[in-house]
Nanobody
Framework: QLQLVESGGGLVQPGGSLRLSCAAS????????IDWFRQAPGKEREGVSCISSNGGRTPYVDSVKGRFTISRDNAKNTVYLQMNSLKPEDTAIYYCARRSSRWCLGPIDAWGQGTQVTVSS
C-alpha cells in the first residue's frame, strides 16, 4: 500500500532549524519526483520545492530560497526538507507529495498526512 509519512515538525523559535522527513513505502521512491507543500492558516496550499528522481531541485517559493534545502536518500526511501533561519511566516502544515513521474512535472498522485511546523517565540 502506497504511503507517505511526514515527521520532524514541531515548535521552534525564530531563527531556528528543523529537518522534515517524508518516509515512502509501498513503491520505489527512486522512480518518482517528490514535492514539499505547505499550508498556512487561512491560506491556500503552496508548493515549497520539488526534487526529481535523480536529485534535481526546483524551488517554488522565493521566500525560502537560501534557507530551505530539499534532498533525498533513495536507499532509505526518504525525502528531507532542511529548514534553517525559520521565520514566523513559515508556520504551516507541511506536506510531502508524489509526482506521477520522475520529473517535477505532471500531476500529484499521492499526499502525506502533513506535519505541523510552528515558528514562535
Amino acid at each position: 500500500q502506497l504511503q507517505l509519512v511526514e515527521s520532524g515538525g514541531g515548535l521552534v523559535q525564530p531563527g531556528g532549524s528543523l529537518r522534515l522527513s517524508c518516509a515512502a513505502s509501498g513503491f520505489a521512491l527512486d522512480d518518482y519526483a517528490i514535492d514539499w507543500f505547505r499550508q498556512a492558516p487561512g491560506k491556500e496550499r503552496e508548493g515549497v520545492s520539488c526534487i526529481s528522481s535523480n536529485g534535481g531541485r526546483t524551488p517554488y517559493v522565493d521566500s525560502v530560497k537560501g534557507r530551505f534545502t530539499i534532498s533525498r536518500d533513495n536507499a532509505k526511501n526518504t525525502v528531507y526538507l532542511q529548514m534553517n533561519s525559520l521565520k514566523p511566516e513559515d508556520t504551516a502544515i507541511y506536506y510531502c507529495a508524489r509526482r506521477s513521474s520522475r520529473w517535477c512535472l505532471g500531476p500529484i498522485d499521492a499526499w502525506g498526512q502533513g506535519t505541523q511546523v510552528t515558528v514562535s517565540s
